[in-house]
């Protein structure tokens, strides 16, 4: 078992060279959120969706953007309507009556990343992105290296002005592997953004890896190694959010109404080995379970009217079960 783990971190210790190195870059743009930018790679390299919430201005969709620069991916920015359709979306297929043939009229899923934003108008009759990778007809070899459903965005308002536009529904924000809460830059981070954003030319980013090596990355990704303590761990944290314990945990009993769905244990663990990668391991540690979980729990719980009368949010409730559960 040593040699595997051996030969899986010379993988790692290869493929992720990039790393740091699109991290930089990504900086020149984006002024701190290192902990957003990061988490934008881990929801790349995991497969995974990422929802992201703040309020306008925060340079959200300007990270997607960047970082798809940074891989000269594609991107589209789709605003999600109440009329929109999924031929909007992924494309369809249009029959022609002068030759007979269907041929395929591509949409906006056809970008490597694409960031769906909700309206604030009336309520939306849109779904979330599915689980699966978006298909309109194309053959394998038509759609993209990595599907569309490698990175998206859904930032559900919550600015006074727009507080009576609907949330997504519990079901569909379970789909998002992560949710990332974007918050203000501190006073020096806003100087910095402030002058380099009034410079003649502003900053741009260049290339630094390719498709087929983030698609490489992800298959060393896929055989990073989570030992079977690990993996209890995992299942300790996300039981305790259906039915705490008793002892320290006793108390969330009331504060919690639904816990996370098996869904959460399978981002967990994927989310887990995709942070292990950013870091140049071939194996997970409790560490990294603790430095990702909070984004891969904090949207799967949802609590209860007196956990609302006390005040009290899901991180309150996911800092707590952290705490007291033992770490391996």
């Known amino acids: ?9 010379d993988q790692v210790k290869q493929e992720s060279v990039f790393v740091e190195e699109v991290l930089a870059e990504l900086g020149r743009v984006i002024v ?11 929801g790349l390299l995991g497969h995974g969706h990422i929802l992201l919430e703040g309020v306008p201005g925060l340079a959200k969709t300007l990270a997607v953007r960047t970082l798809a620069a940074a891989i000269e991916a594609r991107f589209q920015r789709i605003q999600f309507t109440p009329d929109l359709l999924p031929a909007d979306v992924i494309g369809t297929l249009i029959y022609s009556p002068k030759d007979g043939q269907f041929s395929v009229k591509r949409a906006r899923c056809s970008r490597t990343f ?7 108008g009336r309520r939306p009759r849109c779904r979330a992105p599915s689980s699966k990778p978006c298909r309109n007809g194309r053959s394998p070899s038509e759609r993209p290296p990595i599907p569309c459903r490698s990175l998206s965005r859904f930032w559900p308002p ?10 997504l529904p519990e079901a569909q924000v379970d789909r998002f592997m992560l949710k990332i809460k974007v918050t203000y830059p501190s006073r020096e981070e806003e100087k910095a953004v402030m002058e380099r954003m009034n410079q003649p030319a502003p900053p741009t980013v260049r290339r630094i890896i390719s498709l087929d090596q983030i698609a490489r990355a992800r298959r060393v ?5 989570v030992d079977e303590k690990v993996k209890n761990y995992i299942l ?9 314990a008793g002892g320290p945990l006793a108390s969330l009993k009331n504060l919690i109404r639904f816990g996370a769905s098996p869904r959460a244990t399978l981002a967990l663990h994927k989310a887990a080995q995709a942070f292990a990668f950013l870091r140049g391991r071939g194996y997970v540690t409790p560490e990294d379970i603790k430095s990702i979980g909070p984004d891969v729990l904090r949207h799967r719980i949802v609590l209860t009217y007196e956990a609302e009368a006390e005040e009290k949010t899901a991180d309150d ?12």
């Open 1 to 9: 078992m040593s040699t595997d783990i051996r030969a899986i971190s």
């Open 32 to 42: 701190g959120q290192r902990g957003l930018l990061e988490r934008l790679l881990v």
């Open 114 to 120: 694409f960031s769906p934003t909700k309206s604030t």
């Open 158 to 167: 919550n600015t006074p002005s727009s507080r009576k536009a609907p949330t």
């Open 221 to 225: 990704v896929d055989d990073i190694y």
């Open 236 to 244: 300790d944290i996300v039981t305790a959010t259906r039915a705490p």
């Open 317 to 328: 409730v996911v800092q707590r079960i952290f705490n007291e559960i033992e770490v391996p």
